[in-house]
């Protein structure tokens, strides 16, 4: 059994092969795609899978901590396969979402926290990236 299987199985998720093609589309994919990037991806090696299957899976896969939902793009929700903390920032113009793997170290004075224990953060930038700028160019 390889190191992938071994993984999901411990999930307890059922490996169908759509459900693995899923996960393989999604393993070190660093272009956060939207659940219908998803589907357009996995529907070519397998034309009767259904939207609302991808769906499903995905939603599985982020309900057992296996790919993170992002909510930065205001017009859909984006996976990330990468769990450990990271930043990102994305293009408001083509939607392409960027890491940034940097530790700001944010501090957040006592008196705001009022007893609060922070866990994380995670900070959106947003910005136009290099290939829409030359696009406005011409
Ligand atoms: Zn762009
Ligand atoms: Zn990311």
Redesign the pocket.
Known sequence: MNEKIKKYKLLNIKLTPQRLAILDYLEGNRMHPSVEQIYKHVSRRFPSMSYATVYNVVNTLVKHKVVKELSIDPDKKRFDPDMHTHHHMV??????IMDIDIDYSLHVPEQVLEGFTLMGNHIEFYG??????GKDKD
């Open positions: 293009c408001i113009k083509c939607k392409k136009i990236c290099a290939q829409c700028r």
